[in-house]
């Protein structure tokens, strides 16, 4: 909130209250910036910051996601901000989920650590 609160202090539109359908992010000339001009800002800024593989706007997306669900465990909260439809779509989130808390069990869980470590004596 502090940094969308700084951001408005410079936005070229101002600080002019923004409605529902008012863009964030614009031009200087406070158009709604394009799909485009993010990708562009973002790949500028991976080349910046020394990363080698392609990051896109979606990847961004996919991560607030599943991180939101992480630490949720709102399926229907993450629907209603991806703006899906249908929950079927959300629902590869959940899957991605379970990968993560069987990396947690893995590293965590007693018989885990004894089932990896008899495969590394052998």
Same mark, same amino acid.
């Given at each position: =909130?502090? @940094?969308?609160?700084?951001?408005?202090?410079?936005?070229? =539109?101002?600080?002019?209250?923004?409605?529902?359908?008012?863009?964030?992010?614009?031009?200087?000339?406070?158009?709604?910036? &394009?799909?485009? @001009?993010?990708?562009?800002?973002?790949?500028? +800024?991976?080349?910046?910051?020394?990363?080698?593989?392609?990051?896109?706007?979606?990847?961004?997306?996919? @991560?607030? @996601? %599943?991180? !939101?669900?992480? %630490? &949720?465990?709102? !399926?229907?909260?993450?629907?209603? !901000?991806?703006?899906?439809?249908?929950?079927?779509?959300?629902?590869?989130?959940?899957? !991605?989920?379970?990968?993560? +808390?069987?990396?947690?069990?893995?590293?965590?869980?007693?018989?885990?650590?004894?089932?990896?470590?008899?495969?590394?004596?052998?």
């Amino acid at each position: =909130m502090a @940094a969308l609160a700084e951001w408005m202090k410079y936005r070229p =539109m101002g600080d002019e209250a923004l409605g529902y359908d008012s863009p964030l992010f614009v031009t200087q000339r406070g158009r709604r910036i &394009s799909p485009r @001009a993010v990708q562009d800002r973002i790949r500028q +800024l991976a080349i910046k910051h020394g990363m080698t593989q392609r990051v896109h706007p979606h990847v961004l997306r996919h @991560a607030f @996601a %599943s991180h !939101l669900l992480e %630490s &949720s465990g709102d !399926l229907r909260a993450v629907q209603e !901000l991806l703006g899906h439809a249908n929950i079927a779509t959300t629902q590869i989130y959940t899957h !991605l989920d379970f990968q993560h +808390l069987a990396k947690v069990y893995d590293q965590a869980h007693p018989r885990a650590q004894k089932r990896g470590k008899r495969n590394t004596d052998s």
